[in-house]
């Protein structure tokens, strides 16, 4: 992330979480994005979001791949503007989705 991120209104460091959520959920055998089945009623992805957000994280940064158009409406509508997305064109590993971070800076805005 870029230097340049003012401290957040109290006076603490800006926080970023990273939520990693671009992969394919090959062993789930469904056409549905890893990231979107369900537990308890609330896709997987909206966990760690609403986690980050509730331990005072500032941004919410999550990587997205495959089914992103259908995970990012899922995060629009569930968190409004409190997240960004970054691409992970081609899922390589999890630091590949971290270089989709530090190459989206500023990640997309959803809202």
């Known amino acids: 992330m870029s230097s340049s991120v003012p401290p957040a209104p109290n006076g603490q460091p800006h926080t970023t979480a990273i939520v990693m959520a671009a ?6 055998k469904s056409a549905l994005p890893k990231a ?6 609330r ?10 957000l509730e331990a005072g994280c500032d941004e919410v940064i999550v990587v ?6 259908e995970v990012a409406a899922y995060l629009v509508a569930a968190f409004g503007d409190r997240v960004r997305i970054a691409v992970q064109e081609q899922q390589a590993g999890t630091g590949d ?9 500023p990640p997309v805005p959803l809202g």
């Open 36 to 41: 979107l089945h369900r537990i308890a009623g």
């Open 43 to 52: 896709p997987l992805v909206h966990y760690p979001v609403r986690a980050a």
């Open 23 to 28: 992969g394919l959920g090959t062993r789930m």
């Open 97 to 105: 989705a971290a270089r989709a971070v530090v190459a989206e800076d």
């Open 64 to 69: 997205v791949g495959h089914g992103r158009a």
